[in-house]
């Protein structure tokens, strides 16, 4: 394969179709051969190129608007698990590109490092991310007024298997619960109150809030389940807690991923968050069976992360960032817009559509971006 | 030859400004002082100085305005203004004041910051404002203040601060006293132009004490005319109204000042004016009752004219009414092209395109003018070129013909080939509307071929369409260059033709590309030719030749091509050198949004060719099915005798089996599923067992129908309808499934009333036995409603839902575009993207979204 050929298409081509272009090639070619193929190659792409003025936005929008009437809203059970649902469908598109900072159903995809990827200690690995409340160990909480106390039960048998032992779980009710006097005693777990003078709902309160401590696990991630998926053990969870599953020694952070935007564009930055936003919605619209391309997702992607912060396509987001006062005025809440734009006597330059369209004037996109005009010159005879 | 000149127009707004009025401005730029609220006297003419002054404007034709001396229609009207007896606050700028009061001096009117601080940060802060707008940099300020405040004492005259309250929605308070309109203004008034500006407002657009109101423009006539009812009574606009609510409270105001009332009396006078003003601006404030008719209903007043779907904003002026439009019914003629639309004579007889008269054209469109506005093709109107336009008579005809001369431009009717766009709403995506080419057709409805429904997602139960005429050389060029149908044949949603044959064309062409069919080679020539095919050079020789000869005519004869098709008979689809040689025709190659053979037809030859071939296969489809006869019959349900036991068979076991695993539930003898509890296990074995007797019966059905029945036809070549629907119609309907499950809901324990509590047998949660033909008995039914209720009740709230979706994301990306750089950028020239798509490459030109390399290295390769 002649070199310079090559050369010149790796310039010309982005790197996907060059690739495709060098392993497609056959073995033994012609320098001229090569050539042709370079040359047909080029023209093949100059001709599928997008053409300046493009109104590219507004193509992506009804791409992924139009299909958008044929979701349905029903949202599906998790591998069959009743009480992991997933957000499905038109409502979890919605969720993504409003950029909501609490999702309906945040969920991880913990991948291992070998050997645990091939199931070894797998229970273990689960139990050290699923996270374990004292209502999971311990039953019968019941309330003593007189000496304002708490009283459990707890599940010895479950507390050795989840590996807590007394002192670990002596630890955790202290973060959840200042001045807490924790007394343990095989089955039994007495809980006091510090301060003498506390009143029957105090105590209260303090059983329910115990209740939900934290004992050990991952925060948030209130269930998991272990599947296989292509000969690797995958921990799927219900809740996501990026930051802290790094930190375990057999996850996989390069390839562990979560369906939470935010915590990703905290956890490994606004390019990693664009990358979540095209694969959230295009998990989405293919399950769907819709087709749409990807390219209209980046853009969306890409707008919505365009400042270095996710911005969802909301009026406190996208739009008002928009440079024209007229364009974010037609979108929702025209007075607020026209009152704050009136005290710094601001001004809108038309740049963008819909100010065009109220004007009766041509609008700067397509067509209308050319600055041409035929002036005659002198008149017909 | 008169003298005519073309007339340019090349002024262009270049920008709006937003900004204040100052009293100076509202008092300069008035036409009349309002004095009275009274309207018209007694003989119903204005009265000057009332809200009806016809220094205003005029209303009423006939009148003329007294400002501007010109007539209704000509004169746009001009702002008045009324002296307001005492201040009064602005309601939409109440927060921005309390900002004001709040963070100045009460003795001094400084900002509450120290010089030093003021210095440090204002630069830092007027950055902010302009980053990320006003309200940001007033907060920010505020935060700097409450940060920064000396025990409540002004840093500059060292007065002593109180608090400052604001009890919604329009009185302040300082401590508990409270500050009327007068004292704000004075104390707006001495604020410095270079601290208002840390307040994020441009001292040179707006200064704080204009924020308290001492004269009110009033809005010109002519945005508030009058209706006359048939009573001849006059109604008076809202607007109207609430002003002259303000000027009566406004001159009683004026009136016991001067009489010098009681305090009391002038301030609940004050406060009344207060309330009018404000609900003239805004009659939708929270803590305000809203100013009501007499009827009861609230006012429109400003605020509401402009906000809302139905304000100036969004239905005026983002959206507008066009002439030159029609709409009506639609119905299907597949043998318009494509790209046509069949336009009723009426309508063409309304709808004009105007042509300008040269030397070369005048005889012809003189023969327009001639027959007039009652012969078709006639003209409707004569523009001469002075812009005078002329409607055309039966009695003007002949003056207008002999007056016509070159430059003259003549409103002619619609023509066939005139460009014409058409829409349906709707309008989801481009193709919502599309270029056609105009047909004139007898009858009364708008006919489009039927392969072009898809894209408008038209059917013909009674859908209408809408058709606009461009007027323009400019528009008719852009619309057909850029919005054909041929040009929009490929979606840039996926990249794969939208248009394609539906129904008919497809089940006629996938009985007739069937391998065992075959026809007499007449039989063929007579069936290509009532498609206007001629040239059958291609066809065999012999008597007899087969069905895919007959459908490779059509093809060019260079093109290749290897697919998929439906059909498990012949699965592989081969196209060699322009003749189809295995594989059927159906909806993977013919229909729309499916398969790559119309998009590689495109490819190769162009649009216009891949539409003419795809109009040709789509009649011929249609044309062999109306020779052979195609029609869908209750008999083709039927099912002999055996197969009705064998399903009956089937059900009996299922319910045995089922029976059992109740049994085994119930005595705690099931398997546990790993992750779920006894109750899911249970629910999904039955399921199983259910969904094994629903599939075993349509294998029955499938097995014991006609095996060439119409329906079976239409199923498996993807015309309409699946081999399930007629196991549901034949065999039987199923389990209905709400939310994935089993129906559960109903009445505690039961889905019905006629069922035991805890029955969980087939028949008590949504199993239906019968088949459509057979009907559903009573319980069956019941449970089918539930799920088709489900069913509507999820579209129903899916449409406002992505509707909604669908506006804000159009609202957001509409101004990206590709520059000439390649980089898409936004309005404000920010760049999104470098390149788009990260490969450049547009969708609608590419195959299915990618660039075919395999193809074109063989293609290359292939060449010598």
């Known amino acids: ?381 | 030859m008169p003298e005519f000149e073309e007339q340019y127009v090349y002024k262009k707004v270049a920008s709006v400004v937003f900004g204040f009025l100052s009293p100076k401005m509202i008092k300069k730029m008035a036409a009349a002082k309002i004095v009275t609220p009274e309207l018209y006297d007694k003989e119903g003419y204005p009265v000057d100085g009332g809200l009806m002054d016809v220094r205003l404007g005029v209303i009423d034709p006939g009148l003329r305005c007294k400002t501007c001396g010109s007539k209704l229609k000509e004169c746009t009207g001009h702002f008045g203004y009324i002296s307001l007896a005492r201040p009064v606050l602005h309601i939409s700028l109440i927060s921005v004041i309390l900002t004001l009061l709040r963070y100045t001096c009460r003795e001094c009117s400084r900002i509450t910051l120290p010089t030093a601080r003021i210095e440090q940060y204002g630069e830092r802060l007027k950055r902010l404002g302009n980053d990320k707008g006003p309200e940001v940099m007033r907060k920010k300020l505020k935060d700097l203040i409450i940060a920064s405040r000396i025990a409540g004492k002004c840093p500059h005259c060292k007065a002593k601060q109180k608090k400052i309250t604001l009890e919604k929605p329009t009185t302040f308070f300082e401590d508990e006293k409270r500050i009327s309109p007068i004292e704000i203004r004075s104390r707006l008034e001495k604020i410095q132009d270079s601290d208002s500006e840390l307040f994020g407002l441009n001292p040179s657009a707006v200064r704080p004490e204009w924020m308290v109101l001492t004269v009110l423009p009033i809005p010109p006539v002519t945005m508030r005319p009058s209706i006359t009812l048939e009573t001849g009574e006059r109604s008076e606009d809202d607007l109207t109204h609430k002003l002259g609510d303000i000027v009566r409270i406004n001159q009683r105001l004026f009136e016991n000042i001067n009489a010098g009332a009681p305090e009391i009396i002038v301030e609940d006078l004050w406060d009344l004016l207060q309330y009018h003003i404000t609900t003239f601006f805004d009659n939708d404030v929270a803590q305000l009752p809203p100013a009501r008719h007499r009827s009861g209903q609230p006012l429109k007043t400003l605020t509401e004219r402009i906000k809302s779907k139905e304000g100036r904003i969004r239905h005026n002026l983002a959206g507008k009414r066009t002439n030159f439009s029609a709409r009506t019914v639609i119905s299907p003629d597949p043998l318009l092209e494509l790209n046509e639309v069949g336009v009723p004579e009426i309508m063409a007889m309304k709808l004009t395109v105007p042509e300008r008269i040269t030397e070369w054209n005048i005889g012809y469109l003189k023969d327009f003018v001639k027959r007039g506005p009652k012969a078709y093709p006639g003209a409707n109107y004569v523009v001469r070129p002075d812009g005078k336009k002329k409607k055309l008579t039966e009695e003007t005809i002949e003056a207008s013909v002999e007056e016509l001369q070159p430059g003259y431009i003549v409103e002619r009717h619609l023509m066939d080939g005139d460009i014409a766009i058409f829409n349906r709403q709707p309008s989801l995506h481009r193709m919502s509307m599309m270029c056609h080419k105009v047909r004139v057709l007898p009858c009364k409805t708008l006919r489009l071929n039927p392969a072009v429904c898809f894209p408008y997602n038209a059917d013909f139960d009674g859908d209408e369409m809408n058709l606009h005429i461009p007027q323009t050389e400019e528009a008719r060029a852009e619309a057909e260059l850029l919005m054909l149908v041929d040009t929009q044949m490929i979606s840039p949603r996926y990249g794969l033709s939208v248009i394609g044959c539906i129904q008919d064309a497809i089940s006629g062409n996938y009985l007739l590309t069937r391998s065992s069919f075959s026809m007499s080679r007449e039989k063929a020539i007579d069936l290509l030719a009532s498609i206007g095919v001629t040239d059958v050079s291609k066809l065999s020789k012999k008597d007899v030749v087969s069905g895919k000869e007959v459908f490779s005519i059509l093809l060019p004869n260079d093109f290749s091509f290897s697919g998929r098709s439906k059909s498990r008979e012949e699965p592989e689809v081969i196209i060699r050198d322009g003749r189809l040689v295995s594989g059927v025709m159906d909806k993977n190659n013919l229909g729309e949004g499916s398969g790559l053979l119309l998009r590689n037809l495109h490819k190769k030859y162009g649009r216009e060719f891949a539409l003419g071939v795809l109009g040709r296969m789509f009649k011929l489809g249609v044309a062999f099915l109306m020779k052979r006869g195609f029609t869908t019959a209750l008999s083709d349900t039927d099912l002999p005798h055996g197969a009705k036991l064998q399903i009956q068979n089937v059900f009996d076991n299922a319910e045995k089996d089922v029976a059992g695993l109740i049994v085994q539930y119930n005595s705690g003898q099931l398997d546990v599923l790993p992750g779920r509890t006894l109750r899911e296990t249970l629910e999904q074995k039955i399921l199983e067992v259910l969904n094994k007797a629903r599939d075993e019966t349509g294998k029955i059905v499938a097995m014991n129908v006609e095996s060439y029945s119409h329906t079976i036809v239409m199923a498996i070549s993807g015309a309409r309808g699946t081999p399930l629907n007629l196991a549901q119609m034949a065999g039987c309907v199923g389990q209905q499934a709400l939310r994935n499950r089993r129906i559960e809901v109903g009445y505690s324990g039961r889905t019905l009333s006629c069922f035991r509590e805890g029955d969980l047998s087939p028949t008590a949660r949504g199993f239906i036995k019968s088949s459509f033909k057979s009907g559903l008995r009573p319980a069956e039914f019941f449970f089918q409603s539930i799920v088709g209720r489900d069913a509507l009740m999820d579209t129903a709230l899916r449409t406002p839902k992505s509707g909604y979706l669908y506006r804000r994301l159009a609202n957001a990306l509409q101004d990206l575009k590709v520059d000439y750089d390649a980089t898409v950028r936004d309005s404000g020239n920010r760049i999104v993207q470098f390149r788009y798509g990260e490969d450049g490459i547009d969708v609608s030109k590419s195959e299915g979204g990618l660039l075919n390399v395999k193809r074109v290295v063989g293609e290359a390769v292939e060449k010598e």
């Open chain 1, 1 to 381: 394969m002649s070199a310079d050929a090559l050369k010149e298409l790796k310039s010309a081509l982005p790197d996907g179709i060059y690739r495709a272009v060098v392993d497609l090639m056959p073995e033994k070619v012609s320098d001229s051969k090569a050539k042709e193929i370079a040359r047909k190659m080029l023209e093949e792409y100059e001709r599928m190129k997008v053409e300046a003025g493009e109104s590219v936005g507004l193509v992506a929008a009804e791409s992924i608007g139009e299909p958008g009437t044929q979701m349905t809203l029903d949202t599906f059970h998790f591998a069959g698990v009743s009480e992991m649902n997933v957000t499905m469908g038109l409502p979890r598109i919605i969720e993504i590109l409003d950029g909501r900072k609490t999702l309906a159903t945040p969920m991880m995809e913990i991948r291992l490092k070998k050997p645990y990827s091939d199931g070894q200690d797998i229970k273990k690995v689960a139990l050290a991310i699923r996270e374990t409340k004292l209502k999971d160990i311990a039953s019968q909480f019941s309330i003593n007024v007189a000496e304002s106390k708490v009283e459990a039960k707890l599940d010895v048998d479950k507390m050795r298997e989840l590996g807590i032992t007394d002192a670990v779980l002596e630890k955790a009710l202290k973060v959840a619960a200042k001045g807490l006097i924790v007394d343990i005693k095989g089955e039994e777990l007495v809980l006091r109150l510090k301060s003498k003078d506390s009143g029957v709902s105090d105590v209260f309160k303090l059983k329910e809030r115990l209740k939900e401590a934290f004992v050990k696990g991952v925060k948030g991630v209130s269930q998991i389940l272990v599947v296989k998926k292509n000969n690797e053990y995958v921990v799927l969870t219900f809740g996501s807690n990026l930051k802290k599953v790094f930190q375990f020694q057999f996850v996989d952070e390069t390839r562990t991923t979560t369906n939470d935007i935010f915590e990703v564009e905290d956890v490994l930055g606004i390019e990693a968050a664009r990358q979540v936003v095209i694969d959230e919605v295009y998990k989405v619209i293919e399950t769907q069976g819709l087709n749409v391309d990807i390219r209209h997702l980046m853009l969306v992607a890409d707008v919505m992360c365009a400042d270095g912060k996710v911005k969802g396509i909301t009026r406190y987001g996208v739009v008002r960032d928009k440079a024209s006062i007229l364009a974010r005025a037609s979108f929702e809440t025209p007075i607020k817009h026209i009152i704050n734009a009136s005290l710094y006597g601001e001004a809108d330059n038309l740049t963008s559509v819909v100010e065009n369209v109220m004007l009766n004037q041509p609008v700067p996109v397509g067509t209308g971006i050319t600055k041409l005009a035929t002036k005659p010159v002198g008149k017909s005879e």
